[in-house]
């Protein structure tokens, strides 16, 4: 009998890509997707998916990894836990940062975290680049030298006092960008607006965590996306948009894209699935909620449903950003903590693709309707995919990487703090029941997940060097 040619075989599962959903097998070869189709010759490790879904690994294009907080607080979660984490949820890529603050070599930076990933990643993973001290040596020398590395997304603050950069210096590091050939990716909020309320709060003795939401006024993002888009078509540089969180400033991107602009936009679990009422809990609890900007109203996530099926925004990463509810994490500034001294962020790589898969695939968002299963492939995996430039990412497709999450559309699975593999201790989707549950997940063709349990090993991930790609080519309008 011939030896099998290939390393495994998953059978009898439904397959679905972006743009089709059919019955086949698929085989892996080295790590690659070797062939798909019917009845295929066996493997010497085989699946059977039978009444499966064989879909593409979720791609997590915004997660916050054993990085350093401004403030100087460490995320709860390594490089390990955040990436088996992911995996757990069906997540096999992630993109993290690489976190410069004053007065450090973003060089060092890089190459340090660089050395942390690869110790600890289960899963593959890539880097933006945090430019927050944009001096000389940085956007001359470290920054054109480290895109052509492959490091090629930049992320800035327009707000927070130790990150934030000032218009002036936006438009030398867009102009960095376009001159080689990288994505800017900016938080994008107006910084003065925030601070004058936080003031006018914490004057009047609203310090509670709830009153971190009314800190950040739905204009302040508005103001900023314009002046953002503006500055990037002045430069003719494109850009991504975080964490998107009110219907205006939706409609900003849509109507940015639709004059041509080359303006991409993201939202998040938080702001689709969350309002700022989560925040309004007794004493410091509604710090676990606390995210900027923050989660608003039924009203906005309704717009934001909307504007992911108008392609106006084009994925939902997790913005995941662990912090433990203790002296270590969000309470790092005591029992009297104000709002603006409790750590934000909230933890979220392994709810991110079965909160969008209960919504988009097992409840039908009428959004979706027709399309649910393409639509939800095409948000976590295959658009970020392509405008992240991940080579061989992001599709089941002969020659990609077998990067592969196998569904039970029918498991019902209650969200608790106890069932989360990362270190963050919470969730903060707690008690919601969601139907659909990646069982099995592989990367590049290793099983990194087995019957819902992590089996990967700390270091078997790689890091994607990538060039910034069509995405990051100028308009030319």
């Given at each position: 009998?011939?030896?099998?040619?290939?390393?495994?075989?998953?059978?009898?599962?439904?397959?679905?890509?972006?743009?089709?959903?059919?019955?086949?097998?698929?085989?892996?070869?080295?790590?690659?997707?070797?062939?798909?189709?019917?009845?295929?010759?066996?493997?010497?490790?085989?699946?059977?998916?039978?009444?499966?879904?064989?879909?593409?690994g979720?791609i997590?294009?915004?997660?916050?990894?054993?990085?350093?907080?401004?403030?100087?607080?460490?995320n709860?979660?390594?490089?390990?836990?955040?990436?088996?984490?992911?995996a757990f949820?069906?997540?096999?890529?992630?993109?993290s940062?690489?976190?410069?603050?004053?007065?450090?070599?973003?060089r060092?930076v890089?190459?340090?975290?660089a050395?942390?990933?690869?110790?600890?990643?289960?899963?593959?993973?890539?880097?933006?680049?945090?430019?927050?001290?944009?001096?000389?040596?940085?956007?001359?020398?470290?920054?054109?030298?480290?895109?052509?590395?492959?490091h090629?997304?930049?992320?800035?603050?327009?707000t927070y006092?130790?990150?934030?950069v000032?218009?002036?210096?936006?438009?030398?590091v867009l102009?960095?960008?376009?001159?080689?050939?990288?994505?800017?990716?900016?938080?994008?909020?107006?910084?003065?607006?925030?601070?004058?309320?936080?003031?006018?709060?914490?004057?009047?003795?609203?310090?509670?965590p709830?009153?971190?939401?009314?800190?950040h006024?739905?204009?302040?993002?508005?103001e900023?996306?314009?002046r953002?888009?503006t500055a990037?078509?002045?430069v003719?540089?494109p850009?991504?948009i975080?964490?998107?969180?009110?219907?205006?400033?939706?409609?900003?991107v849509g109507?940015?894209?639709?004059?041509?602009l080359?303006?991409?936009?993201?939202?998040?679990?938080?702001?689709?699935?969350?309002?700022?009422?989560?925040?309004?809990?007794?004493?410091?609890?509604?710090?676990?909620?606390?995210?900027?900007?923050?989660?608003?109203?039924?009203s906005?996530?309704?717009a934001?449903?909307q504007a992911?099926a108008?392609?106006?925004?084009?994925?939902?990463?997790?913005?995941?950003?662990?912090?433990?509810?203790?002296?270590?994490?969000?309470?790092?500034?005591?029992?009297?903590?104000?709002?603006?001294?409790?750590?934000?962020?909230?933890?979220?790589?392994?709810?991110?693709?079965?909160?969008?898969?209960?919504?988009?695939?097992?409840?039908?968002?009428?959004?979706?309707?027709?399309?649910?299963?393409?639509?939800?492939?095409?948000?976590?995996?295959t658009?970020?995919?392509?405008?992240?430039?991940?080579?061989g990412?992001?599709?089941?497709?002969?020659?990609?990487?077998?990067d592969?999450a196998?569904?039970?559309p029918?498991?019902?699975?209650t969200?608790?703090?106890?069932?989360?593999?990362?270190?963050s201790?919470?969730?903060?989707?707690?008690?919601r029941?969601?139907?659909?549950?990646?069982?099995t997940?592989?990367?590049?063709?290793?099983?990194?997940?087995?019957?819902?349990?992590?089996?990967?090993?700390?270091?078997g991930?790689?890091?994607?060097a990538?060039?910034?790609?069509?995405?990051?080519?100028?308009?030319?309008?």
């Amino acid at each position: 009998m011939p030896a099998p040619i290939h390393d495994l075989v998953i059978r009898n599962g439904t397959v679905a890509t972006a743009s089709d959903v059919f019955r086949a097998d698929v085989a892996v070869r080295k790590g690659v997707i070797s062939a798909i189709g019917m009845a295929l010759p066996p493997g010497r490790e085989e699946i059977d998916a039978r009444g499966k879904l064989v879909l593409p690994g979720g791609i997590d294009s915004h997660t916050h990894i054993e990085q350093l907080s401004a403030g100087g607080i460490m995320n709860a979660d390594t490089f390990e836990t955040a990436t088996a984490a992911a995996a757990f949820g069906g997540t096999t890529t992630v993109i993290s940062f690489a976190a410069q603050h004053k007065g450090m070599s973003l060089r060092k930076v890089v190459d340090d975290y660089a050395a942390l990933a690869e110790r600890g990643a289960m899963i593959d993973y890539a880097f933006h680049m945090i430019v927050s001290d944009p001096t000389e040596a940085t956007l001359t020398k470290d920054l054109p030298a480290l895109i052509a590395e492959g490091h090629s997304s930049i992320k800035l603050f327009m707000t927070y006092d130790k990150l934030k950069v000032e218009d002036e210096t936006l438009l030398d590091v867009l102009s960095v960008a376009r001159e080689n050939r990288a994505l800017v990716c900016v938080h994008a909020e107006n910084h003065g607006m925030i601070a004058w309320m936080s003031r006018k709060l914490l004057a009047a003795g609203q310090t509670a965590p709830k009153y971190h939401a009314v800190s950040h006024p739905r204009g302040s993002e508005t103001e900023a996306f314009t002046r953002l888009i503006t500055a990037a078509a002045m430069v003719d540089q494109p850009i991504m948009i975080f964490h998107v969180s009110t219907a205006e400033g939706a409609a900003i991107v849509g109507d940015a894209r639709r004059q041509g602009l080359k303006v991409f936009a993201e939202t998040c679990p938080q702001y689709l699935f969350l309002t700022a009422a989560d925040l309004d809990r007794p004493g410091l609890e509604g710090a676990k909620w606390m995210c900027s900007p923050p989660p608003r109203d039924r009203s906005d996530q309704e717009a934001l449903w909307q504007a992911l099926a108008l392609g106006d925004l084009q994925t939902v990463s997790s913005d995941h950003a662990p912090y433990r509810y203790d002296a270590s994490g969000k309470l790092s500034g005591g029992p009297g903590s104000t709002f603006k001294q409790i750590a934000n962020g909230l933890p979220g790589l392994e709810t991110r693709m079965p909160l969008m898969f209960d919504a988009m695939v097992s409840r039908r968002r009428p959004e979706f309707s027709g399309r649910a299963l393409q639509a939800f492939v095409n948000i976590t995996a295959t658009q970020p995919a392509h405008i992240y430039n991940l080579a061989g990412k992001g599709s089941i497709a002969i020659g990609y990487d077998a990067d592969i999450a196998i569904w039970d559309p029918k498991a019902r699975v209650t969200l608790t703090d106890e069932l989360m593999v990362g270190r963050s201790g919470y969730t903060p989707f707690a008690g919601r029941t969601v139907r659909g549950w990646p069982e099995t997940v592989l990367s590049r063709g290793r099983v990194v997940v087995r019957d819902r349990t992590v089996s990967g090993r700390a270091g078997g991930g790689r890091h994607i060097a990538r060039a910034g790609g069509w995405a990051a080519e100028p308009a030319r309008r």
